[in-house]
Nanobody, 115 residues
Framework: QVQLVESGGGLVQPGGSLRLSCAASGFTFSASAMNWYRQAPGKERELVASISNTGGSTTYTDSVKGRFTISRDNAKRTVYLQMNSLNTEDTAVYYC????????WGQGTQVTVSA
């Protein structure tokens, strides 16, 4: 079965950095586009970044462009989200996502940006 396991969240000060990881199993990872979403308290889940199956194409929501970088290592079956220049508005639970027929989600990892 499809499994997505996120890690790397935590508490960071404004201006700091974190790198999230998502380890995938149960499907053909190298054939699948992958996504990172986030959900802040009281807000809808939003798409943050996407990466094509080869890693050759990436997209970002406007609020993270220039600060976040999505990448993947198909040999390790892992997708990453490097987050720099974090601010308080980035505080959310971050979810790894794969869509094939339906959405598959990880359990999420909490990112808290606070002084």
């Amino acid at each position: 079965q499809v499994q997505l396991v996120e890690s790397g969240g935590g508490l960071v000060q404004p201006g700091g950095s974190l790198r999230l990881s998502c380890a995938a199993s149960g499907f053909t990872f190298s054939a699948s586009a992958m996504n990172w979403y986030r959900q802040a308290p009281g807000k809808e889940r939003e798409l943050v970044a996407s990466i094509s199956n080869t890693g050759g194409s990436t997209t970002y929501t406007d609020s993270v462009k220039g600060r976040f970088t999505i990448s993947r290592d198909n040999a390790k079956r892992t997708v990453y989200l490097q987050m720099n220049s974090l601010n308080t508005e980035d505080t959310a639970v971050y979810y790894c996502n794969m869509m094939y027929v339906r959405d598959y989600w990880g359990q999420g990892t909490q990112v808290t940006v606070s002084a």
